[in-house]
């Protein structure tokens, strides 16, 4: 495989997983500012759609091309803190995200879908216990996207030091 255009897609995948960041913090405002009001089904459908859709995008990606450039360069190693630190780190930080990702965030999120049900039309609100599910989402995505940033910043700043 073309190791640039591999490296291309790398860069893309990062991006739509930095816009993650973006979206999450303005889709969880407006969830927020709807709490028991109509329509505030629609908001948190709308925010664990993009919230899903993103996230499965960028971390698929990442993980595929972050796998390809690692085995297609001799500098770089899984896992090697001696030569890279900087991917050491990042690798690390990903096997934790992924963690996050299948140990808490997909049980939380199929527990907030129940709690809107099917009807997004329905005039009624969720449930408290609803609520603090997705408040924990929220708090699971946030670290997912710290982590994310983090990862940014360690693959654009790794030839500084």
Same mark, same amino acid.
Not at 32 to 45: A, D, L, M, P, Y
Not at 77 to 86: D, E, K, L, Q, R
């Given at each position: 495989?073309?190791?640039?255009?591999?490296?291309?897609?790398?860069?893309?995948? %990062?991006?739509?997983?930095?816009?993650?960041? @973006?979206?999450?913090?303005? +889709?969880? &405002?407006? *969830? !927020?500012?709807?709490?028991? =009001?109509?329509?505030?089904?629609?908001?948190?459908?709308?925010?664990?759609?993009?919230?899903?859709?993103?996230?499965?995008?960028?971390?698929?990606?990442?993980?595929?091309?972050?796998?390809?450039?690692?085995?297609?360069?001799?500098?770089?190693?899984?896992?090697?803190?001696?030569?890279?630190?900087?991917? %050491?780190?990042?690798?690390?930080?990903?096997? @934790?995200?992924?963690?996050? +990702?299948? &140990?808490? *965030? !997909?049980?939380?999120?199929? =527990?907030?879908?129940?709690?809107?049900?099917?009807?997004?039309?329905?005039?009624?609100?969720?449930?408290?216990?609803?609520?603090?599910?997705?408040?924990?989402?929220?708090?699971?995505?946030?670290?997912?996207?710290?982590?994310?940033?983090?990862?940014?910043?360690?693959?654009?700043?790794?030839?500084?030091?």
């Amino acid at each position: 495989m073309d190791y640039m255009l591999i490296s291309k897609l790398h860069a893309v995948f %990062a991006g739509i997983w930095l816009i993650n960041l @973006l979206t999450d913090f303005l +889709l969880r &405002g407006y *969830v !927020i500012t709807n709490k028991n =009001k109509i329509g505030e089904k629609k908001f948190i459908h709308l925010y664990l759609t993009f919230a899903n859709l993103f996230g499965m995008i960028g971390a698929t990606g990442i993980l595929i091309t972050g796998i390809i450039l690692v085995m297609n360069n001799p500098a770089y190693g899984f896992f090697s803190m001696s030569s890279n630190h900087w991917l %050491a780190t990042k690798q690390i930080l990903m096997v @934790l995200l992924l963690i996050i +990702l299948g &140990g808490f *965030v !997909i049980p939380t999120a199929k =527990k907030v879908r129940a709690a809107i049900a099917k009807d997004l039309e329905n005039q009624s609100v969720i449930s408290e216990d609803g609520y603090k599910n997705l408040q924990k989402l929220f708090k699971l995505n946030m670290a997912i996207n710290v982590i994310v940033l983090i990862n940014f910043l360690l693959a654009i700043t790794h030839r500084l030091f």
